[in-house]
């Protein structure tokens, strides 16, 4: 049974395990460890989620770059203070001999499950969620930069770099709903700055890779269009576009080479829009890829329906909005990482 901290055990009450846990544990092999749990807040009778995330078990697997600590503080101060209704909101946050992330409820659970069923999702199921996905991971990358709070990230953007339906959380049964991102394990903070910085003195002394880097500098993001294009691709057809089941080619080079499987049944019924999206972001060359901006302009999104809709989902959560309470939260001390830190042909 785990140990919950005092203070923890003092504003919530612990319910049962949400999701798929069996999955949870695999994934400690990638670093993600943890499982969460359905929680009642004492103060509100309000029913909330709790990520807990191993210390040992990530510590153990010696997985993750660095110091797991060092991300998870970063990942809790970007969780701190983004503020979008496509991108989960932290409610309150424990370290003890694990972490203890307190969350909204997201009652239909993750997309994961939905992409999973025998019934693929409908066409307009799907553009409505991918619509969400697209102004969360595009407001990320302006929000961070026009975020008052936030500018001393010298107007960088944050990457999230885990895009999958895994980490895109349902806020009801209901098929019409909005959704959320989660899971910034793997977020990077971008820094231009520095690299501009690098160019202006003589590079007598500068490596390769950063001379290398100048055509694909800036690109970084374009890394969560490319997964964006894989879920959209998954969401509509069923089946993944890359896999290891292919035997002609190996993942990665389906992947490298842009080769994805295209069974002609399971696309039959998908418009030529939608696929053409599709083809838009699974573009090897990240420089010709879509961004967020741009697949937002596609036609496949000018549609009014989908967009009210949206609007609508929203309204309806702001009448039971309750203010969020952040200031109350315990801040992390830990030093973080230098933010301008500009990773090179990545
Ligand atoms: N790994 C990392 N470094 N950061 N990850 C994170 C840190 C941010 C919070 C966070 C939340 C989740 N997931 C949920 O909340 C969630 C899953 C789920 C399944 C069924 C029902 C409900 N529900 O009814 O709520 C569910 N909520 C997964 C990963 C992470």
Redesign the pocket.
């Known amino acids: 049974q785990m140990m919950f901290p005092k203070e923890f055990r003092e504003k919530y009450i612990m319910s049962k395990t ?2 798929r846990f069996l999955t949870e544990l695999c994934s400690c092999f990638s670093g ?1 460890c ?1 499982e ?1 749990k ?1 929680a009642f807040e004492k103060s509100t009778c309000n029913k909330v ?1 709790v ?1 807990i ?1 191993n210390k040992r078990k990530f510590v153990a697997s010696g997985l993750t770059d660095a110091n797991p600590a060092l ?2 503080n970063t ?1 809790i101060e970007i ?1 701190k203070k983004i503020d979008h209704p496509c991108l ?1 909101k ?1 409610k309150n946050f424990f370290e003890a001999e694990d972490y203890y ?1 307190v ?1 909204e ?3 239909g ?2 997309l994961y499950d939905r992409v999973s069923r025998p019934i693929k999702m409908k066409e307009d199921t799907c553009k409505l969620y991918f619509y969400q996905m697209l102004l969360a991971v595009k407001v990320h990358n302006r929000s961070v930069t026009c975020w008052g709070a936030l500018n001393y990230l010298h107007d960088n953007g944050i990457i999230h770099r885990d895009l999958k339906p895994e ?1 895109v ?1 349902l806020s009801s049964s209901e098929e019409i709903c909005l959704i959320k991102i ?4 793997q977020s990077k903070i971008l820094g231009e700055a520095s690299l501009m910085k690098t160019l202006c003195g003589t590079p007598m002394y500068l490596a390769p890779e950063v001379l290398n880097s100048l055509g694909t500098a800036g690109y970084s993001r374009a890394v969560d269009c490319w997964s964006l294009g894989v879920i959209l691709f998954v969401c509509l057809c069923g089946y993944p576009p890359f896999n290891e089941q292919n035997t002609q080619l190996s993942l990665k080079d389906q992947i490298t080479h842009g080769k994805y499987t295209f069974i002609a049944k399971e696309w039959k019924h998908v418009s030529d829009m939608a696929l053409d999206l599709v083809k838009k972001l699974l573009v090897v060359d990240p420089s010709k890829r879509l961004t967020t901006e741009e697949a937002l302009e596609h036609p496949w999104l000018q549609d009014e329906d989908m967009k009210t809709t949206f609007q609508q989902l929203l309204a309806q959560t702001c009448t039971n909005m309750s203010p969020p309470e952040t200031s109350k939260m315990p801040t992390t001390t830990r030093k973080r990482l230098h933010e301008n830190e500009e990773e090179y042909g990545s």
Do not use: H, P, Q
Not at 182 to 185: H, Q, S, Y
């Open positions: 949400l999701g993600a943890g969460v359905l989620a990520k995330i991300n998870i990942e969780l989960i932290i992330i969350l409820l997201m009652e659970g993750e980490n959380l989660t899971d910034f394990g």
